[in-house]
């Protein structure tokens, strides 16, 4: 599974410990109904190194989800191992953050409130620092003037952009997004995707990017790690080796981009047409 | 009073639908006064001016009007209404204070759901009148039956509902208080509860009118006071237009607690207030 990954410079000493280290894991369920076993992954393998975006691709289906809360810690593995800085997953962990596709926000609560909870729980909020934070993580997003906005009176962008805020206040080593900008409009997810990588880069938070969207892949992902389903299971890794910043406009003419979105289409439509038939 | 008007599914909106739904509050509250009062003004007309039915089986408003100053001037009013809602606030409150922890813990254990959940349903779907007789039984002639039938016509759906808020907490926003980490206790203080608020207040507005209707029941016979007596008694002198003031009232208290209900739950839980719609 291991790729082209060794081209980085820095020969000097051994190169440094993974931040997030999968080995074998497998997650299988027992479907109630029907008395079988379904095995959502299997036989995952992959190490990411701090400061790295990666982007895992692929179909509906393909248990890319299952594999991102198993490293949450929301999901026991059911053979294999992952370990986030050299210690094994037990549970989620202040070090990890997830920011969802649906954006799990507590519809009783504020902006500043939502945002508040990523502080809240584990740390208490103790001292005076935490407003200044929660409000600096606002600003961050761009909701500055919506802090007393409750989240339905609030645009699905804005809402995902609550989540982010909620994640970036915990500050993690490690972010967690499972398809974030999946259900938000296809211009506010251009402008949202542009905006999520210059927070990454700005932040150099270690980052774990679920999509289905080839092109979000390529323009998020320092690597990009495809999944196929059936069972799911990581079915290639590729370095995408495009300069940043990156967007739409100024890599469409790239060939680097071109040769990867039409590789990663011929090997994402030949997952869509396999998941298809065995339905 | 607009709630009644907006609410619904909106499906397409054409001609009236548009005009309604594109009403002020104020432009609502017009719309449902001008509904009364043509219902009134129609009713009138049948029963009081054209002499349609006879005014006996069904009084005119006026009479009805007629009827309830009666009522008051002649000091009949207050001692059955103050008896009934003595009986009916009572009946509530211990319902409410019964249904709102074992409706959580029901919602929250699997096993106490298992065990409790048949006994409540069963209980529910078992007509308040087919108490009534028991309930004389047990608690003799005075308010004490008409609380008994008042609160265990309104627990169930206080239970039932604060019940199932419970289970259907939105699983994403639990992960997500798990994810920032949130204890056991901690997801139960700062996510279960507060998504089980607006369950608990359509529950309570389901338990207002079937409170009246157990009191009422309760009080139509073998009672000396209450509304419910008040009724019975107007009816057997041919006092109908006083029967009708007496229903009146109920109604007007009934959809008053609701609405009540409704103003409480704006205050406790901000975040459910509809947007324009």
């Not at chain 1, 980052?207 to 092109?215: A, D, N, P, R």
């Not at chain 1, 100024?250 to 071109?258: A, E, G, I, K, Y």
């Not at chain 2, 309760?218 to 003031?245: C, H, P, R, W």
């Amino acid at each position: 599974m291991t790729t082209t990954t060794g081209q980085r410079g820095e020969p000097e000493a051994s190169p440094p410990a993974p931040l997030i280290s999968v080995r074998d894991l497998s997650v299988t369920y027992d479907v109630a109904r029907t008395g079988k076993r379904l095995i959502a992954i299997e036989g995952v393998d992959l190490d990411v190194h701090e400061g790295e975006f990666v982007t895992v691709l692929g179909p509906s289906g393909c248990g890319k989800t299952t594999f991102m809360n198993v490293v949450a810690g929301l999901v026991k593995p059911s053979t294999g191992t992952v370990l986030v800085d050299g210690s094994p997953v037990t549970g989620p962990g202040p070090d990890r953050a997830v920011v969802f596709q649906d954006y799990a926000l507590l519809p009783w609560r504020t902006v500043f409130d939502n945002v508040k909870f990523g502080l809240e729980m584990q740390k208490g909020l103790k001292g005076e620092g935490w407003r200044d934070r929660v409000q600096e993580a606002i600003e961050m997003v761009g909701l500055a003037g919506f802090e007393s906005s409750y989240p339905r009176e609030l645009s699905g962008g804005m809402q995902q952009r609550v989540g982010l805020a909620r994640a970036f206040v915990a500050e993690p080593r490690i972010l967690l997004m499972d398809e974030p900008l999946g259900a938000v409009d296809a211009l506010t997810r251009e402008v949202m995707r542009d905006e999520i990588d210059k927070l990454i880069q700005k932040t150099g938070k270690t980052v774990l990017f679920i999509t289905h969207s080839i092109e979000e892949a390529i323009l998020l992902g320092d690597r990009i790690v495809v999944f196929k389903s059936h069972p799911g299971a990581i079915k290639e890794v590729i370095e995408t080796g495009l300069e940043r910043p990156r967007s739409e406009r100024s890599v469409q003419h790239d060939p680097r981009f071109l040769e990867l979105r039409d590789h990663l289409w011929e090997a994402l439509q030949g997952e869509a047409t396999a998941a298809a038939v065995s339905k | 009073m607009s709630t009644f008007l907006a609410s619904g599914p909106n499906l397409g909106r054409g001609g009236v639908g548009a005009w309604l739904a594109g009403l002020s509050p104020a432009g609502k509250a017009g719309v449902l006064a001008v509904e009364v009062v043509v219902m009134l003004v129609v009713w009138q007309l049948v029963v009081g001016v054209f002499g349609w039915i006879n005014p006996v089986f069904l009084p005119p408003p006026t009479a009805i009007w007629q009827g309830f100053v009666e009522l008051v001037s002649s000091g009949v009013l207050w001692p059955n209404l103050l008896i009934s809602l003595q009986a009916w606030l009572i009946g509530f409150v211990v319902a409410a204070v019964i249904a709102i922890p074992v409706g959580l813990l029901m919602g929250t254990s699997l096993p106490v759901d298992r065990v409790v959940g048949p006994i409540a349903w069963t209980i529910y779907a078992t007509p308040s009148i087919a108490y009534q007789p028991l309930a004389k039984a047990w608690f003799g002639f005075g308010i004490g039956p008409v609380i008994f039938l008042v609160a265990i016509s309104a627990l169930f759906p206080i239970l039932l509902n604060v019940a199932a808020g419970m289970r259907t907490t939105n699983p994403s926003i639990i992960r997500a208080g798990r994810v920032y980490g949130a204890s056991r206790t901690q997801l139960y203080r700062w996510v279960y509860l507060p998504s089980t608020v607006p369950f608990l207040f359509a529950g309570l507005r389901q338990a207002v009118v079937l409170a009246t209707i157990g009191m009422v029941v309760a009080e139509l016979s073998g009672s000396a006071i209450g509304m419910g007596a008040l009724i019975i008694k107007s009816v057997n002198t041919y006092q109908t237009d006083q029967a009708f003031a007496a229903i009146a009232i109920i109604v007007a208290w009934s959809v008053g607690m609701a609405q009540f209900v409704t103003l409480v739950e704006r205050w406790v839980a901000p975040w459910t207030r509809k947007g324009r719609r």
